[in-house]
């Protein structure tokens, strides 16, 4: 059964101080790897998608990496409005179309 | 270009009722992708549609259906509310022509409170 394990389930950290969270998946045949954030009471919004070990994207203090088994995301120098709930889903090759697998999620608070 | 919108936004109902609720893609995408997340058990998929036909079915009761019309717009029904359905329903649309690895993106959300 295709599993998302992402730790730790809460973080907290000061303004400026950087740090990574983990994204760990089992799935038959990864088709890709999705980041998402969502703040309270509002949809997921869309970060980065990863399609192969080895690749990493960048988008300004964020930036995602993909191995064969998990998925980080470094967050470099931090500000107060990075704080959201960090959502990791896959989509695997046996499950056909557009279904995503989610993990439980990180809630990242960055103090001022 | 404009995200994909929900309706309604928020919704309370009483245990048996049944509700409706809709989904309009982003201009261009054809498939249209229910989830609903709960504190409890977090995103999980319901069912996708891709020129008006369920593609793919997550693991719900019949209780939850689904339908997509011509101009890729959905509704998804729940009928015979429970308790367990107060959730955020959210609603995620692509251009699903690949059939896979690409990019969703979410709706706001309806959130359903079941009394």
């Known amino acids: 059964e295709d599993q998302v394990t992402q730790s730790p389930e809460a973080l907290r950290l000061q303004e400026g101080e950087s740090s990574s969270l983990n994204c760990s998946y089992t799935v038959s045949g990864l088709r890709g790897l999705f980041w998402y954030r969502q703040d309270p009471g509002k949809g997921p919004e869309f970060l980065f998608t990863l399609y192969s070990a080895g690749e990493e994207k960048e988008k300004e203090r964020l930036k995602a990496t993909l191995t064969k088994k998990e998925s980080f995301l470094h967050i470099t120098a931090p500000k107060p409005e990075d704080s959201a709930t960090y959502l990791c889903a896959v989509q695997a090759q046996h499950q056909g179309a557009q279904k995503l697998v989610f993990g439980q999620g990180t809630r990242l608070t960055i103090n001022p | 270009k404009a995200g994909v919108t929900q309706t309604p936004r928020y919704l309370i109902k009483t245990r048996g009722q049944q509700v409706t609720l809709s989904c309009s893609p982003i201009?261009?995408?054809?498939?249209v992708s229910w989830y609903q997340q709960t504190p409890g058990q977090g995103l999980q998929f319901l069912f996708e549609?891709?020129?008006?036909?369920?593609?793919n079915k997550g693991n719900f009761p019949g209780r939850f259906s689904g339908r997509q019309f011509s101009n890729s717009r959905s509704e998804m029904n729940v009928s015979t509310l429970e308790l367990g359905d107060s959730a955020l329903y959210l609603c995620?649309?692509?251009?699903?022509?690949?059939?896979?690895?690409?990019?969703?993106?979410f709706g706001p959300g309806t959130r359903l409170l079941v009394l």
């Open positions: 201009s261009g995408h054809r498939s």
């Open positions: 995620a649309s692509s251009y699903g022509t690949s059939g896979s690895g690409e990019t969703q993106y």
């Open positions: 549609y891709f020129s008006e036909t369920q593609r």
